[in-house]
Structure formats: structure tokens, C-alpha cells
């Protein structure tokens, strides 16, 4: 028995020398968002490292994301990080494409070159990318319309906050508000109003056009542009009804205040989680996802629960 | 010898001293990147019978096939050093042009939007005659001698229309250019509306992406060389280019000893644009793509390029070598903080505390020079 227990205690030992001497493998993934300023990619910035740490820990490897995004939108300086990226010997890349025409080239010469590239948010759909996560637009839409539908009890008459009317994926969303619209007999599309898009441009089209058609009694936006300025909805709350994309925290005081009703939060958080863990799968468990494309639900907030929600934020932002 | 003639044979050799230095820079880090760039595995190609490149696999112990991986230097192979080149050459070729204002006593921060104007411009064009384009049937060598021509074109008429008014409204070229750089990017998002611009004809993507050897792009580097001898004799052969040292070192003494003041910013405005306009051409065929949003900010690492080349921003000083070697350093800097895996948000401070360096040390050597002509004349 005592022979026994030796040998059971020398073999134990030897296995947790073997796995404390063995080496983790290291795994670097590039990640190239669309801009450093943007608060939605600090966002998932920090998914990824959580990712990174979540998945060394449970995989027993080393993970560590090389953050490789302009400081502005600059596809060409995207299309440069994935290549530096690759010479520097990058395991995998992930990117948000601010012009697919430009980043196909790079992505594919990633793939040639053995690097596998996911997208995330904004995909190049003609690459060779293996994977993209991101939301679908047209459900997007009509999941606006079917919520802006419920909060003004089926009638009244709608107006569509629209961004830039060349955006192919706003104009899928738009597709996806009036296809919705046709189920709701007593709501009117007034117009899709189109506008650049920085906050203080969609403030001041909501504005005109408010101003124009008295009438309105719901807004659908298909993005929260207006909502990151403080005074965009100069209504009384509640008189209008109002269901947008987004849930940032500027745009959190309007649910607060009630001038919106419902916000449909895109998961930007998890554009970085969720890359890692399909960049993880590919590259070290050689497994493919189920399907390239990979959907991921918008999250509603309404005024019930923004102060839950609101909490994220202290998670997902960089500290 | 008079202190203008001491002056004049002074600068030659500050400028060799310069550019001497830049080159002692830029291969102290090299050597430092090489050595603590540390090693990278890449997969092995090899060009096939059809002249194209593939991967090489092998059969492994078990039976598998599998990749053969070499191991090279981080930094030190032929396909970074080619990125590098690749990556320097949009700016550097920028920073050509730039310079030439500069040594002139002028600025030009409309760049990045020529640049952006000249690429959705040429964009427009090449799309017509690309694969799925209406003139699709036309002889693609013919696209591409019209898609050139539209962008180097675009590139200068935006330099003759700064220089021409710079001239004639007499106003400083710090305003005109702020103004048309708003301009210019305007016209280029109404013309685009805010959208990306592909599908060219093959035949231009192969031309600008032509990779030879183990899969190096050296057309952009051929490129920048060509606008850089080009600049760099004129500038320092010609008269005309001497001319140009002559107005930013003293533009009324200029003005009195008969030279045509206008005709010569017009000139270095108008090269300003079509280096502009060349970048544009690279960057179209090279990304495949053209949006209004091009080249923004361009115009802050244009100048810091040159100023680290030496250019002097009062005037008179400056080379197109220079411009070149300027670019280098910035670009080899912000590769290295890939290559050494240092956070890319110190990269904006390590940039920024290389163009004050830069400028501290031009101060230094304008002083060293002043001290010699002090002693050459006791």
C-alpha cells in the first residue's frame, strides 16, 4: 500500500512539473476598429482583453490583442495595421471595415499569408474573411418600427431619422422600418429624413422637421445621432413617441427623461468578445463557426431598466 | 567673400550634414529594430508554373499535410523592409511637394483634401471603365491612361488654384490653403455623398500592386524614388529651383533682383498638387477604393515629414531628400511600435516628441553654422 501511494505521489508530481514546465502557447490577435475616438469601439477594445483573459485562463494559453485603430476613420490606415500586423507575425486579426472596397485587398492577403481575419460591425462581404459578427439590418429595422408600433399603440403618423441615404446597411434598417410599418394600418410614414451624420446635424434636421410637421407623433431612428447632443428633442416628454439604435451613455438621459422610449442596444462589447473567442476557435481549436455570418441581437433598454443597463458601461469602457 | 555667398556655399553643406544625420537615425533603428524586433514564423511560398505565388506544404510525421513555416527577423526581411517603402512612399511622395512650398516660405494644408479630391475624382473615372462599369469594353491600358490623367490632372489644378490665388488675392497661403482644404474635401463628399468608391479595371490594380520576386509591391517605392530624384534636381540643378531657395530666404531682395515672384509660387503650389495627385494614383490602385474621407490629416504628417527632413518652416532651406528621409524616420517609428508591440496610444506622443526633437536640432545646427560664419569672417 505504502509502494503504491509512492509511486501515486511521484506520478502526480511528475504530471504537475510536466504542466508547470510546459510552455503556454502564445496566440496575438490584431484588432483594427474604425476609430480610436469613437466610445463603441473602446467598448470592444475592452471585450477583447476580457476575452483574452477569460479564454487564457480557461483554454491554458496565453492570449494577448494587439490594438491597431486609427485615431480617425482611415481605411488606409487600416488596411496598413493589417498588413504590419501579419510581417509582425499576428495569430489572427479582427477588424471593423470603414470601407470594404479598400480593406478586401489586405484581408484576403491576411488569409493568403496564413493569418485568418474576422470582421466585426461593418464587414467586407466580398473577402475571405471566415467569420463576421454584427447586427442584421433589416431585423434591426424592424425591430425599431415593431417597438415604435407598441409604444404608440399602433397609429399616429412616423417619421424615419435615416443618417446618410447612400449607407447601404441604413438603408437595409429603413427597408426594415417600412416593411413593418405595412402590419400597422393606422400608423402613416410621413418621410425618411436623410441627414449627415454628426450629432449637431441630426439635432438640427429633427428639429426642422418637427418644426415642419407639427403632426409627427413617433420618431423611428435607425441610429442614436442625435441623442449624443444633450438638447435634441425638444418635445414634452411622452408627447412624442420615440425608438432608436444605440444605447451609449449620452443617450441614456433621454430614456431617463422620457423623450424616448426604448433604445435598441447594439452589443459592442461583445464585437470584441465575441471575435476572440471565434478568433480562439479558429486558430487553436481549428474549428470553423457554425455559419460566416453571425448575428447578434440588439439588447432593448427602456427607462425600466437603463439604470441596470448603465452599469455596463462602467465595465465595458476602459478604466 | 560676401555673408549672402558664405551663405550660399554654407548650405550645401548643412544640408549633406542633415541628411547625413537622417540616414545615421534612420539606421540606428534599424539596427535596433532587427535586434529587438525579435523573430517571426510566417509560412513558406513559392511561385508555381503559372507565376503564381502559393504556400509550400509537407507531409508530417503523422501523415498530414501542413505548412512549411520559416522563421525570419522581425523587422530585417524583404517583405517588412517592402511594407515600410510601401507604406512611407504616400506621404514622402506628399512630402516632396510639400517642401518645395515650404523652402518657398508658404504652406499648403489643402493636401490631404487634393488628395481626396484627385482620388474620388479618378475613382469616378476608373469605375466607369472597370468590370462592372459602362465602359467596361473599352481597352483597359486606354482607362488607364484616362484615370491617370484625370488624377494627377485633379492634383494639379488644385495646386494652380492655390498658388494662383495665393498670388493674385495676395493673401497668406496659410488662409487660402485652410480655406480650399475645407473646399476641396467639400466637393469631394457632395460629388461622393459620403460614400466608397470601387470596382477599377484590373489591368491598373496589377499595374500599381505588380509584385516581383517574394511577393514585393515596389511600384510605390519606384515611385517615390522617381518624384524624389526628380524634386531633388531641380531643386538643387536647376535655376528655377534655386529660385525657389531664393524667395523663401528673402522674398523682397528677390523680388529686386528681377526674379518672377508669382511665376515661382505658382510653380511650387502647382507641384504641391500633382505629388498630391501622384499619392492619390497609388493609393487608388494599390487599396482599390476612394472615399471623400481620404487623406484626413494628411496635411499635419505631410509637414511634420519635411520638417524632420530639415525643411525650415520661415523659408529658404529644405530638400527633397530630405522630405523623403523625414517620412522614413516617422514611418519606421510607427512600424517599430508594432514590430516591438509597444501600445499604439504612445505612438502619437513618440511622433510628436521626434518632429519637436527634429526642429531642436535644426535650431542647433543653424547655430553651429552662424558660429562658423562668425569665425570664418574674424
Same mark, same amino acid.
Given at each position: 500500500?505504502?509502494?503504491? $501511494?509512492?509511486?501515486?505521489?511521484?506520478?502526480?508530481?511528475?504530471?504537475?512539473?510536466?504542466?508547470?514546465?510546459?510552455?503556454?502557447?502564445?496566440?496575438?490577435?490584431?484588432?483594427?476598429?474604425?476609430?480610436?475616438?469613437?466610445?463603441?469601439?473602446?467598448?470592444?477594445?475592452?471585450?477583447?482583453?476580457?476575452?483574452?483573459?477569460?479564454?487564457?485562463?480557461?483554454?491554458?494559453?496565453?492570449?494577448?490583442?494587439?490594438?491597431?485603430?486609427?485615431?480617425?476613420?482611415?481605411?488606409?490606415?487600416?488596411?496598413?495595421?493589417?498588413?504590419?500586423?501579419?510581417?509582425?507575425?499576428?495569430?489572427?486579426?479582427?477588424?471593423?471595415? $470603414?470601407?470594404?472596397?479598400?480593406?478586401?485587398?489586405?484581408?484576403?492577403?491576411?488569409?493568403? %499569408?496564413?493569418?485568418?481575419?474576422?470582421?466585426?460591425?461593418?464587414?467586407?462581404?466580398? $473577402?475571405?474573411?471566415?467569420?463576421?459578427?454584427?447586427?442584421?439590418?433589416?431585423?434591426?429595422?424592424?425591430?425599431?418600427?415593431?417597438?415604435?408600433?407598441?409604444?404608440?399603440?399602433?397609429?399616429?403618423?412616423?417619421?424615419?431619422?435615416?443618417?446618410?441615404?447612400?449607407?447601404? %446597411?441604413?438603408?437595409?434598417?429603413?427597408?426594415?422600418?417600412?416593411?413593418?410599418?405595412? %402590419?400597422?394600418?393606422?400608423?402613416?410614414?410621413?418621410?425618411?429624413?436623410?441627414?449627415?451624420?454628426?450629432?449637431?446635424?441630426?439635432?438640427?434636421?429633427?428639429?426642422?422637421?418637427?418644426?415642419?410637421?407639427?403632426?409627427?407623433?413617433?420618431?423611428?431612428?435607425?441610429?442614436?445621432?442625435?441623442?449624443?447632443?444633450?438638447?435634441?428633442?425638444?418635445?414634452?416628454?411622452?408627447?412624442?413617441?420615440?425608438?432608436?439604435?444605440?444605447?451609449?451613455?449620452?443617450?441614456?438621459?433621454?430614456?431617463?427623461?422620457?423623450?424616448?422610449?426604448?433604445?435598441?442596444?447594439?452589443?459592442?462589447?461583445?464585437?470584441?468578445?465575441?471575435?476572440?473567442?471565434?478568433?480562439?476557435?479558429?486558430?487553436?481549436?481549428?474549428?470553423?463557426?457554425?455559419?460566416?455570418?453571425?448575428?447578434?441581437?440588439?439588447?432593448?433598454? $427602456?427607462?425600466?431598466?437603463?439604470?441596470?443597463?448603465?452599469?455596463?458601461?462602467?465595465?465595458?469602457?476602459?478604466? | 567673400?560676401?555673408?549672402?555667398?558664405? !551663405?550660399?556655399?554654407?548650405?550645401?553643406?548643412?544640408? &549633406?550634414?542633415?541628411?547625413?544625420?537622417?540616414?545615421?537615425?534612420?539606421?540606428?533603428?534599424?539596427?535596433?529594430?532587427?535586434?529587438?524586433?525579435?523573430?517571426?514564423?510566417?509560412?513558406?511560398?513559392?511561385?508555381?508554373?503559372?507565376?503564381?505565388?502559393?504556400?509550400? #506544404?509537407?507531409?508530417?510525421?503523422?501523415?498530414?499535410?501542413?505548412?512549411?513555416?520559416?522563421?525570419?527577423?522581425? #523587422?530585417?526581411?524583404?517583405?517588412?523592409?517592402?511594407?515600410?517603402?510601401? *507604406?512611407? /512612399?504616400?506621404?514622402?511622395?506628399? !512630402?516632396?511637394?510639400?517642401?518645395?512650398?515650404?523652402? /518657398?516660405?508658404?504652406?499648403?494644408?489643402?493636401?490631404?483634401?487634393?488628395?481626396?479630391?484627385?482620388?474620388?475624382?479618378?475613382?469616378?473615372?476608373?469605375?466607369?471603365?472597370?468590370? *462592372?462599369?459602362?465602359?467596361?469594353?473599352?481597352?483597359?491600358?486606354?482607362?488607364?491612361?484616362?484615370?491617370?490623367?484625370?488624377?494627377?490632372?485633379?492634383?494639379?489644378?488644385?495646386?494652380?488654384?492655390?498658388?494662383?490665388?495665393?498670388?493674385?488675392?495676395?493673401?497668406?497661403?496659410?488662409?487660402?490653403?485652410?480655406?480650399?482644404?475645407?473646399?476641396?474635401?467639400?466637393?469631394? #463628399? =457632395?460629388?461622393?455623398?459620403?460614400?466608397?468608391?470601387?470596382?477599377?479595371?484590373?489591368?491598373?490594380?496589377?499595374?500599381?500592386?505588380?509584385? +516581383?520576386?517574394?511577393? @514585393?509591391?515596389?511600384?510605390?517605392?519606384?515611385?517615390?524614388?522617381?518624384?524624389?530624384?526628380?524634386?531633388?534636381?531641380?531643386?538643387? &540643378?536647376?535655376?528655377?529651383?534655386?529660385? =525657389?531657395?531664393?524667395?523663401?530666404?528673402?522674398?523682397?531682395?528677390?523680388?529686386? /533682383?528681377?526674379?518672377?515672384?508669382?511665376?515661382?509660387?505658382?510653380?511650387?503650389? #502647382?507641384? /504641391?498638387?500633382?505629388?498630391?495627385?501622384?499619392?492619390?494614383?497609388?493609393?487608388?490602385?494599390?487599396?482599390?477604393?476612394?472615399?471623400?474621407?481620404?487623406?484626413?490629416?494628411?496635411?499635419?504628417?505631410?509637414?511634420?515629414?519635411?520638417?524632420?527632413?530639415?525643411?525650415?518652416?520661415?523659408?529658404?532651406?529644405?530638400?527633397?531628400?530630405?522630405?523623403? @528621409?523625414?517620412?522614413?524616420?516617422?514611418?519606421?517609428?510607427?512600424?517599430?511600435?508594432?514590430?516591438?508591440?509597444? *501600445?499604439?496610444?504612445?505612438?502619437?506622443?513618440?511622433?510628436?516628441?521626434?518632429?519637436? +526633437?527634429? =526642429?531642436?536640432?535644426?535650431?542647433?545646427?543653424?547655430?553651429? !553654422?552662424?558660429?562658423?560664419?562668425?569665425?570664418?569672417?574674424?
Amino acid at each position: 500500500m505504502k509502494f503504491i $501511494s509512492k509511486i501515486l505521489v511521484l506520478f502526480l508530481s511528475s504530471v504537475l512539473v510536466t504542466t508547470a514546465a510546459e510552455p503556454k502557447k502564445l496566440y496575438t490577435f490584431g484588432l483594427v476598429a474604425k476609430s480610436q475616438s469613437n466610445p463603441v469601439f473602446q467598448a470592444a477594445r475592452t471585450g477583447a482583453e476580457q476575452a483574452a483573459k477569460d479564454l487564457s485562463e480557461k483554454h491554458r494559453i496565453a492570449i494577448k490583442i494587439d490594438w491597431r485603430t486609427p485615431n480617425d476613420e482611415d481605411a488606409q490606415k487600416q488596411a496598413e495595421a493589417i498588413e504590419q500586423l501579419v510581417l509582425a507575425g499576428a495569430n489572427g486579426i479582427a477588424v471593423s471595415c $470603414s470601407d470594404a472596397n479598400k480593406l478586401t485587398d489586405a484581408i484576403n492577403s491576411a488569409v493568403k %499569408n496564413g493569418v485568418p481575419v474576422a470582421t466585426f460591425d461593418s464587414d467586407a462581404p466580398h $473577402s475571405k474573411r471566415f467569420v463576421t459578427y454584427g447586427v442584421d439590418d433589416i431585423k434591426c429595422g424592424e425591430q425599431v418600427m415593431d417597438e415604435l408600433a407598441k409604444v404608440m399603440e399602433g397609429k399616429g403618423v412616423v417619421a424615419i431619422l435615416a443618417g446618410n441615404q447612400n449607407a447601404p %446597411n441604413l438603408q437595409k434598417r429603413v427597408q426594415g422600418v417600412k416593411n413593418i410599418a405595412k %402590419n400597422y394600418p393606422d400608423i402613416k410614414i410621413r418621410e425618411v429624413y436623410y441627414h449627415k451624420e454628426t450629432p449637431q446635424d441630426a439635432a438640427a434636421k429633427v428639429e426642422q422637421v418637427m418644426q415642419a410637421n407639427p403632426d409627427i407623433t413617433g420618431w423611428a431612428m435607425i441610429g442614436g445621432w442625435p441623442l449624443f447632443t444633450d438638447n435634441a428633442l425638444k418635445w414634452q416628454p411622452g408627447t412624442v413617441k420615440c425608438v432608436a439604435v444605440d444605447a451609449l451613455p449620452p443617450e441614456l438621459a433621454y430614456l431617463r427623461s422620457g423623450h424616448v422610449q426604448l433604445l435598441l442596444a447594439q452589443q459592442c462589447y461583445e464585437w470584441g468578445y465575441r471575435s476572440v473567442e471565434h478568433l480562439v476557435n479558429k486558430v487553436h481549436f481549428k474549428k470553423n463557426p457554425p455559419a460566416v455570418v453571425d448575428v447578434s441581437p440588439l439588447i432593448p433598454v $427602456s427607462k425600466a431598466n437603463v439604470e441596470e443597463f448603465a452599469k455596463n458601461w462602467d465595465k465595458w469602457l476602459p478604466k | 567673400m560676401t555673408a549672402q555667398s558664405a !551663405a550660399e556655399s554654407a548650405r550645401p553643406r548643412r544640408s &549633406r550634414f542633415q541628411e547625413s544625420g537622417l540616414v545615421v537615425v534612420i539606421l540606428v533603428l534599424g539596427v535596433l529594430l532587427s535586434i529587438f524586433g525579435g523573430k517571426v514564423k510566417v509560412p513558406l511560398f513559392q511561385t508555381n508554373a503559372q507565376g503564381e505565388r502559393e504556400r509550400v #506544404f509537407r507531409v508530417n510525421v503523422e501523415g498530414e499535410r501542413e505548412a512549411v513555416i520559416v522563421e525570419k527577423n522581425k #523587422f530585417f526581411n524583404a517583405q517588412n523592409l517592402a511594407q515600410l517603402a510601401k *507604406d512611407t /512612399s504616400f506621404i514622402a511622395i506628399m !512630402a516632396v511637394g510639400a517642401t518645395f512650398v515650404i523652402i /518657398s516660405g508658404g504652406i499648403d494644408l489643402s493636401v490631404g483634401a487634393t488628395y481626396a479630391l484627385a482620388s474620388v475624382l479618378a475613382a469616378i473615372v476608373f469605375r466607369q471603365y472597370g468590370p *462592372d462599369g459602362p465602359q467596361s469594353a473599352v481597352s483597359p491600358w486606354l482607362s488607364v491612361v484616362i484615370g491617370m490623367v484625370t488624377c494627377l490632372g485633379v492634383g494639379s489644378l488644385c495646386g494652380l488654384l492655390n498658388g494662383g490665388m495665393i498670388v493674385a488675392l495676395r493673401v497668406h497661403p496659410f488662409i487660402i490653403t485652410l480655406g480650399t482644404m475645407a473646399i476641396f474635401r467639400g466637393i469631394a #463628399f =457632395v460629388i461622393t455623398k459620403g460614400q466608397s468608391i470601387g470596382g477599377f479595371p484590373e489591368k491598373f490594380r496589377d499595374l500599381v500592386r505588380c509584385e +516581383v520576386g517574394d511577393g @514585393l509591391s515596389l511600384v510605390p517605392l519606384g515611385v517615390m524614388v522617381v518624384v524624389a530624384i526628380v524634386g531633388g534636381v531641380y531643386l538643387s &540643378r536647376q535655376t528655377a529651383g534655386r529660385r =525657389v531657395y531664393a524667395i523663401g530666404g528673402n522674398e523682397l531682395a528677390s523680388r529686386f /533682383s528681377g526674379i518672377h515672384i508669382e511665376r515661382v509660387k505658382l510653380s511650387v503650389y #502647382f507641384f /504641391s498638387g500633382l505629388t498630391a495627385g501622384i499619392a492619390a494614383l497609388l493609393s487608388l490602385g494599390y487599396y482599390g477604393g476612394a472615399t471623400s474621407g481620404d487623406g484626413q490629416g494628411y496635411e499635419l504628417n505631410v509637414i511634420a515629414a519635411a520638417v524632420v527632413g530639415g525643411a525650415s518652416l520661415s523659408g529658404g532651406k529644405g530638400s527633397a531628400l530630405g522630405a523623403l @528621409l523625414g517620412a522614413l524616420v516617422i514611418q519606421m517609428i510607427s512600424s517599430g511600435i508594432v514590430i516591438l508591440g509597444i *501600445d499604439q496610444n504612445y505612438s502619437q506622443i513618440i511622433i510628436g516628441s521626434v518632429v519637436i +526633437v527634429a =526642429v531642436l536640432l535644426d535650431q542647433f545646427n543653424n547655430w553651429l !553654422a552662424r558660429r562658423r560664419l562668425t569665425a570664418a569672417k574674424m
